[in-house]
């Protein structure tokens, strides 16, 4: 049960060069599933991907794209054509921006022949709060209503799946099925510093709300000992409280 439990954890390559993401990747070997976000791939770029494939770990592009059909579709050939698992894009950028992206990516992995990524759609960044999608964004919808019908367009448009806040998990995973991803940020376990995280649960919480996948970064990743911090968080999920 554990290796299950420890295979549902993703964690962020958060570091400024290759160098740094080496280093983390031999001090929790782990590891099987890592996020790469914008700031490794701006500096790294595809080779932190090569990186990672050659150590046959999973991999989830976290990049966000949001832009007119016609980019996002491009953007997400080439993301399919790498070989990756996951591939986020935000939901706001419209149904026909996403449906193309899906068919896009689809193309790409047909071209390298290799597995299709899944595309994960973004309905709200957990670092944003009720009362900031209310005075700062203008949008007059709740925010676990907005977060719900993203979730819709995103699975409308053929996504496998959404990045939600674990608070959400529960009721979205009603709506939308078992089927549905529900990659779960803002998990803080119970001795972690919430951080900038806003609508954070703990690990065993979100997972029993439903979540799929859960991405835990500063907790592991700045813990003096990673791979202690990892395990520590497993034994929590599978023993709460």
């Known amino acids: 049960?554990?290796?299950?439990?420890?295979?549902?954890?993703?964690?962020?390559?958060?570091?400024?060069?290759?160098?740094?993401?080496?280093?983390?990747?031999?001090?929790?070997?782990?590891?099987?599933?890592?996020?790469?976000?914008?700031?490794?791939?701006?500096?790294?770029?595809?080779?932190?991907?090569?990186?990672?494939?050659?150590?046959?770990?999973?991999?989830?592009?976290?990049l966000k794209f949001h832009d007119i059909p016609n980019t996002m579709a491009g953007a997400c050939r080439a993301a399919g054509r790498h070989g990756v698992d996951l591939v986020t894009v935000h939901a706001p950028a419209g149904g026909a921006a996403l449906k193309a992206a899906q068919i896009a990516a689809l193309e790409g992995a047909a071209q390298a022949d290799c597995p299709p990524p899944t595309l994960i759609a973004v309905t709200l960044l957990t670092s944003i709060s009720n009362r900031d999608l209310a005075y700062e964004l203008k949008v007059s919808l709740e925010l676990t209503d907005y977060a719900t019908q993203m979730?819709?367009?995103?699975?409308?448009?053929?996504?496998?799946?959404?990045?939600?806040?674990?608070?959400?998990?529960?009721?979205?995973?009603?709506?939308?099925?078992?089927?549905?991803?529900?990659?779960?940020?803002?998990?803080?376990?119970t001795w972690a510093a919430m951080g900038d995280q806003q609508r954070a649960m703990t690990p065993a919480q979100?997972?029993?709300?439903?979540?799929?996948?859960?991405?835990?970064?500063?907790?592991?990743?700045?813990?003096?000992?990673?791979?202690?911090?990892?395990?520590?968080?497993?034994?929590?999920i599978v023993a709460p409280g």
């Open 206 to 236: 979100a997972m029993a709300a439903g979540a799929s996948y859960l991405v835990i970064g500063r907790p592991i990743t700045q813990a003096p000992d990673p791979a202690v911090a990892l395990q520590k968080i497993c034994d929590e």
């Open 1 to 62: 049960m554990m290796a299950n439990v420890a295979e549902r954890i993703i964690v962020p390559l958060d570091v400024p060069t290759m160098e740094d993401a080496i280093a983390l990747l031999d001090a929790i070997p782990e590891v099987t599933f890592w996020k790469v976000g914008l700031e490794l791939f701006v500096s790294a770029g595809p080779a932190i991907l090569e990186q990672l494939k050659q150590r046959q770990k999973r991999i989830f592009l976290d």
């Open 151 to 189: 979730a819709l367009l995103a699975q409308d448009s053929g996504l496998g799946g959404i990045v939600c806040s674990p608070q959400e998990a529960n009721e979205l995973r009603r709506i939308c099925g078992d089927d549905f991803l529900l990659i779960c940020p803002g998990v803080r376990p």
